[in-house]
């Protein structure tokens, strides 16, 4: 048998070793995410670090440097694909980037380990887990700040939603007096809401005052045809 002729136990011991690391810090990487009951938890970190452990090891002991490097390259990029699948938009608000980081990160801990890396596995896991814990607080008391909305880069929208026959109207009041507010529109959009129909106006300016803002919308509220008005902001990534 060919596995006879070619079984090393030297080998094998490495690859126990690299796999057993993958094992035990995707783990510790995965334990994390667990307990926050994240989509992707214990076993997918396992699964991917160990997955990509393995794929480096296998490069490593039947091809050569350069095969190596293009397992890795691969690796990355098909877990990639993977953190896609945990990454949900509801609405304005996009949930899963962090997990899917840690996903492409634990993906980074198997493939050192895989390449028989393990200290900077161990630094890499850390490092991870840091990050997912200790900087929470941090994050927590940045979202606390009151933000400066005349200074953050923010993109506007006015929103009008009007009676249906009046709509022509409405769209032009809307477009004069934003234009009048020296706040220029990108362009305005309509979409049919039952019997009305909802007008938004994206503003070119990401530098807006909001009181400002504030008058020209209630102006447009007394817009013969206007059932509702506001206007709304979102940070710009």
């Known amino acids: 048998m060919r596995f006879i002729e070619t079984f090393s136990s030297t080998d094998f011991a490495d690859t126990v070793v690299s796999l057993g690391a993958a094992f035990v810090l995707g783990t510790l990487i995965g334990a994390e995410r667990q307990y926050r009951q994240r989509t992707a938890g214990l076993r997918t970190n396992v699964l991917v670090a160990v997955g990509a452990a393995a794929f480096t090891d296998l490069a490593a002991r039947i091809g050569t ?41 634990s993906a980074a801990v198997g493939a050192c ?31 606390r700040v009151p933000l400066n909305a005349r200074s953050s880069e923010l ?20 477009i004069k007096a934003l234009q009048a507010a020296s706040y220029p529109v990108g362009d305005v959009t309509s979409s049919v809401q039952g019997d ?7 503003l070119v300016s990401t530098s807006v005052d909001p009181d400002e ?11 013969r045809g206007v059932t509702h008005a506001n206007w709304e902001s979102t940070t710009q990534d």
């Open 65 to 105: 440097t350069t095969d190596v490097l293009r397992v890795v390259a691969n690796v990355i990029t098909g877990v990639g694909f993977l953190g896609a699948g945990v990454i949900m938009k509801e609405g304005l608000n996009i949930r899963g980037l962090n997990t899917a980081a840690t996903l492409w990160c």
């Open 113 to 143: 380990t895989g390449s028989d890396m393990l200290a900077e596995a161990l630094l890499i896991t850390f490092i991870i887990i840091a990050g997912n814990t200790l900087l929470r607080p941090l994050a927590g008391a940045i979202d």
């Open 155 to 174: 993109s506007y929208e006015v929103h009008l939603t009007a009676d249906a026959h009046a709509v022509a109207e409405v769209r032009e009041a809307l």
């Open 196 to 202: 009305a129909v909802e007008l938004v106006a994206r």
């Open 213 to 223: 803002l504030d008058q020209v919308v209630a102006g447009l509220a007394r817009t």
